[in-house]
């Protein structure tokens, strides 16, 4: 059963990327430090609101790749912080 679910997940990642944007965004946020953290998803969270409407699939690209460029620069601060 559980099995079954992560097929579905995985497969909704791969139909919508933007959705494993947010859900990668989030997780990545997750390990800042906590006087950080809530602010940090806040600001992905709206973000994500304020193109949400975006149906030019060019700019929903770029606006991803933009994104992930970010969140890796995020991931990397965090590493190199030790969180």
């Known amino acids: 059963m559980r099995q079954q679910a992560i097929e579905v997940k995985s497969d909704m990642f791969t139909k919508h ?14 390990r800042a430090p906590p006087q950080f953290r809530g602010e940090l998803k806040q600001s992905i969270r709206q973000e994500m609101e304020k193109n949400s409407e975006c149906k030019d699939k060019q700019k ?18 965090l590493d190199m912080q030790g969180h």
């Open 17 to 30: 990327p933007n959705i494993y944007f947010r859900w990668h965004a989030l997780k990545i946020a997750h």
């Open 60 to 77: 929903i690209r770029y606006l991803i790749s933009e994104g992930l460029e970010r969140i890796k620069q995020l991931d990397e601060m």
